[in-house]
């Protein structure tokens, strides 16, 4: 058995990833990309802040694309015998249902694994793009703040993409 299918809650926790904090993530990375095109001097690397920013929310939205695709593959059989009533289709024997109902469950796993690497690679270009917004121009009067805040955000940002390494090898 797979590991994610063994983690009890993997669905849900999927659903809130990509259904709540995939677009507010997105919300929030298209807002910024908005105020660093609009005072681009007020940003050390302005054309590289936005790049990051404005990638990020693609890639968010194509995590919630693909878990979106996902959850065609999550039925119950009343359903599935609800389509094969309405479409006419001939009646499965057990045998074909096992195969019918492992089929959908791999093919729903798999497709909310690869959303969820997609939503973590979004999330660590957002901590990236967020850092690099904070980096101070050379004019800037807040050089300690803004520096200090970026060096904050970078480093959680590493530390977010040691974890989502982690996972992603299952290294324990």
Known sequence: MRKDAERHGFGGAAKEAHFIAAPL????????????????????????????????????????????????????????????????????????KKVILRESQIAYEDNLRYAGVVFNCGTLMLGFGIAAALVPPDCGEQFVWRMTSAVLVLLCTIADGVWVWILLTDWR
């Open 25 to 96: 993530l997105t919300a929030a990375a298209l807002g910024l990309a908005g105020v660093v095109a609009g005072a681009d001097d007020e940003f050390r690397w302005p054309g590289v802040t936005l790049l990051l920013l404005v990638a990020t929310s693609m890639t968010l939205i194509a995590s919630i694309q693909l878990a979106y695709y996902a959850l065609q593959f999550k039925f119950t059989w009343d359903e599935r015998e609800e389509r094969r009533k309405a479409l006419r289709w001939a009646e499965p024997t057990d045998a074909e």
